[in-house]
């Protein structure tokens, strides 16, 4: 789950289910490295703690509090 310049390590999606837990705890702990997983040698999904997505995505809580729907790039 280390990545450095060069490389992205990708873990399989049998692999990032049985993480979850594991991940849930790090981000609690304050970690904020992602779970990056696909079936395939390339990146197709990735985990993040909640605060890192909320910091990169300005619109991902309307102003009261409720979620937008993001799903639409604009």
Request: hydrophobic share 35%.
């Amino acid at each position: 789950m280390e990545s450095d310049e060069d490389h992205i390590w990708v873990v399989n999606t049998p692999t990032a289910t049985e993480l979850l837990p594991h991940m849930l705890e790090r981000f609690r702990l304050g970690h904020l490295d992602p779970l990056i997983f696909g079936d395939t040698t390339e990146p197709e999904g990735v985990i993040v703690p909640f605060k890192v997505w909320q910091a990169r995505d300005a619109r991902a809580l309307d102003y009261d509090g409720g979620p937008v729907d993001n799903s639409t790039p604009e």
